[in-house]
Structures are given as structure tokens and as C-alpha cells.
């Protein structure tokens, strides 16, 4: 009996590494075929010009704004169009994802620059069982695509979305549907009598929650241009969206609107482009804000949200902030009082860091930040260089740590992880 077993031994040994390399395999192949985002998404959407424009000129102009995604199509919807797009892109360094409605999986056009397809928009949860099999014929007719959706935001009705409330829907889905990104859009209304920012920010909690658990990216649209009860959002209340996503750890932003749409709903015009093909004050705007986030977004792209953390006036900072690397916030008495939103993340290589945003659009903050570690092993993120840069008093004059922040702006800074602190 004794021999036996230790004659057994070896083939077990044999057997087991066997299985090994099976599941191993088995686990790379299943990893290759789905969609890996290997850059921040900042989206144009909505891309109005025709294929019979020089489009050569027209990708040329959204790389120089400092997108790095556009949504097809442009022009028609054929698979000749989608190709010229795919080609364009891979030549001014962006990604696309295109729309090419009607064609079969295996005559889906590819290319370096293809992330994806458009597979559908705000889908009612009784559709979830119809998409999943979608997206799964597609991952297995192009691996490595993303199949992608975009879901409603939380101020749809339950009958649009088929749930009893928006956390049931979006449960729903990421449990139906086995999606390599998650996203929706949600457009907050900046009015003086009409503020739904915390909405938005509810927005984002969900999308924080449910991409966690599933272990994948989430992205939003948000918006740039005035539409039914919507007013013309100011560059700060561009920022503001964009800050507020990065703070609930979003991996991809996208304008709502790149073009400006010939339908009832855009009155105003006001897109990032006119009707007539020319640049409004969004274009110069959304270049200068996406240039920080470019710089930002390969530091981005490492980080997990472990928590979001609201700041309002009537708070004590010291409190709100116990669970993140920063110890406390405090003012000169000539400033308003406190209001921000802090993100706490981790970084892949084991390190802490926060994003500090300003939840005012309106004008700037300067904090006295107090971080649990020395000075000296603080590193801010440059958002003119995508370098770590050791942090910088803003007002060395004044006693502490000064930060300035933009109105709607944030800032993201990097600290050690807890046991080399300790």
C-alpha cells in the first residue's frame, strides 16, 4: 500500500500540473477574448459631419481637442464608412467605437484603433436577456472587441427601465448581461433654483458600486451644450462633471455633444461644433480640459476607488475625511465655507492616493490640506506633464499646506501605502 502510494505520487503530480496548464489556458483564452481598455476614454460623441467632408482634417481636429474615443458613425452606417473611420483613427492615435447597424458579427470591421461596437442605447431591463446573447455571439465572432451599451441614468421612470428603482436596474444588468465596460449617461441641470448635481453624484455611486463588484470599467456621458431644460454649461461646469467622475473612479468621460444634431431637441445649437462645421468656445474649452486629462489618465487608469467622501459647508472635515489619506481641511476666514468631494483610491503598485475636487463651479477654493504622512512623501500628479511631481505649496506665505483649486476642478496626489507609513 505504502509503495503503491509513493508510485502514485509522480502521476499526480503529472496530473495536476496538466490541469494547471489547462485552467491556466483556459483562463488567458477567456481573458483574450474580452475587451481591455488601455487608455482613459475621453469620448466625442455625436459626430455630425458627413463622409463626403475631408474627414482627414475632421479626425485631425478631434485629436488636436485631446479625445482619445469617438463614437461612429459618420455618414452612413455601411461597413465601407466604419472602415475609413477605423483607418483614420489608428492614423491621429484615437479609438472608436463604431455603429454598423444591421451587419453580421463576422463582417464587423476591425483594426487597431477598434475598441468596439454600438449594440444599444438605454435598454428597459426586459431587453438584458437579448443583449447578453449579443454580446456574448460577438466576443466570440471578434475577441478582444467591446461589445458596448449604454444605460439609462437614474432620473428614467421604472417603466423605461423595467425595475422598481435604478439600483435594481443596474443590479439587473451587470447580472444578466456579462459587460466589459459599464455606462450611462446623466445630464445635470446648473440653475440657480434647480440644482440635481447630487443626483448626479447618486449617478455615480451606483455606476462605483456595481463596476467593483463586476471588476470592470465605468464610463459617463455628461453634458456640453444647452437642450431642453438644460442651460449652456459654463467651462467650470464642464469641469465640475468631469472632476466629480473622476472622484468616483471613472475610466472614460464622454461629451454629450461633439456635433450639434439637425433635431427638435437642439433649438440653440451649441455643441462642441456648429451645424456649419465651425469651432464654438466648447472646442478651445474641452481641448484645454482634456489636455489635463490625458496627462492624468495613465495614473487613472491604475487607481481603485476604495470610497467617496462629500465635504459640505456645515461639516467638520476632520470627521468626513477619516477614512482617506487626508487628515483634515481647513480655511482662512475670509473664504467660504468648506465644500468638495475627496476620492480615495489605490494605486496597482500598492500606494494611496486621493483626488481632492472643488464642488463649487461657481469660483475657486484654496484648503489648507493636512495629509497622515510627512510632506516630503506627498507627490501630486501634474496635469501639465503626467509626471509625479513633489506637492507644492501653492501659498508658502500662509501657515500649512496650501492647495488652489479651480472652481469645479480637482487634483490628484499619490502617498505611501499604509505599511510603509507605519
Not at 494605486?347 to 497622515?372: C, I, K, Q
Not at 500649512?400 to 472652481?407: I, K, Y
Amino acid at each position: 500500500m505504502n509503495s503503491f502510494r509513493v508510485m502514485l505520487t509522480p502521476w499526480l503530480m503529472i496530473v495536476l500540473g496538466l490541469l494547471g496548464v489547462f485552467w491556466a489556458t483556459e483562463s488567458f483564452g477567456e481573458a483574450a477574448c474580452r475587451f481591455q481598455q488601455d487608455r482613459f476614454a475621453i469620448g466625442a460623441f455625436w459626430l455630425t459631419f458627413s463622409d463626403e467632408e475631408p474627414l482627414d482634417d475632421r479626425f485631425r481636429e478631434i485629436a488636436a481637442a485631446n479625445f482619445t474615443l469617438v463614437f461612429g458613425p459618420v455618414g452612413a452606417q455601411s461597413v465601407e464608412n466604419a472602415k475609413k473611420q477605423i483607418e483614420l483613427c489608428t492614423k491621429h492615435d484615437l479609438r472608436i467605437i463604431v455603429l454598423c447597424s444591421g451587419t453580421a458579427d463576422s463582417q464587423l470591421p476591425e483594426g487597431p484603433s477598434c475598441w468596439g461596437y454600438r449594440l444599444y442605447d438605454e435598454p428597459g431591463s426586459e431587453l438584458f436577456g437579448k443583449l447578453a446573447q449579443r454580446v456574448e455571439s460577438l466576443r466570440q465572432a471578434r475577441p478582444g472587441r467591446l461589445g458596448y451599451i449604454n444605460l439609462y441614468p437614474n432620473y428614467a421612470n421604472s417603466k423605461q427601465m423595467g425595475a422598481e428603482n435604478y439600483d435594481q436596474y443596474v443590479k439587473r444588468f451587470v447580472e444578466m448581461v456579462d459587460v466589459d465596460v459599464l455606462c450611462m449617461d446623466h445630464y445635470p441641470v446648473f440653475k440657480p433654483n434647480t440644482d440635481t448635481r447630487h443626483r448626479y453624484c447618486q449617478n455615480l455611486e451606483t455606476m462605483r458600486k456595481y463596476s467593483l463588484k463586476k471588476g470592470v470599467p465605468f464610463w459617463n456621458y455628461f453634458n456640453v451644450m444647452p437642450f431642453g431644460p438644460h442651460t449652456d454649461p459654463t467651462e467650470s461646469q464642464i469641469r465640475w462633471q468631469i472632476y466629480t467622475s473622476l472622484a468616483y473612479g471613472a475610466k472614460g468621460v464622454i461629451y454629450f455633444n461633439y456635433g450639434t444634431p439637425q433635431t427638435f431637441e437642439f433649438p440653440k445649437g451649441g455643441g462642441i461644433l456648429r451645424r456649419d462645421g465651425t469651432r464654438t468656445r466648447h472646442w478651445f474649452q474641452a481641448q484645454r480640459i482634456n489636455r489635463s486629462l490625458k496627462n492624468l489618465g495613465p495614473t487613472l487608469m491604475q487607481l481603485t476607488n476604495q470610497g467617496v467622501y462629500r465635504i459640505q459647508p456645515t461639516d467638520d472635515p476632520a470627521q468626513v475625511l477619516q477614512p482617506t489619506p487626508l487628515v483634515d481641511l481647513r480655511r482662512a476666514e475670509v473664504d467660504p465655507p468648506h465644500d468638495y468631494l475627496v476620492g480615495s483610491f489605490v494605486h496597482r503598485d500598492g500606494r494611496r492616493a486621493v483626488l481632492l475636487n472643488n464642488y463649487r463651479f461657481s469660483y475657486t477654493a484654496w484648503p489648507t490640506v493636512e495629509f497622515d504622512v510627512p510632506l516630503s512623501q506627498v507627490f501630486e500628479v501634474s496635469q501639465q506633464s503626467g509626471k509625479e511631481v513633489p506637492a507644492r505649496d501653492d501659498s508658502p506665505e500662509m501657515p500649512g499646506f496650501q492647495v488652489s483649486l479651480d472652481a469645479g476642478q480637482g487634483r490628484l496626489f499619490l502617498l505611501p501605502d499604509r505599511v510603509a507609513t507605519q
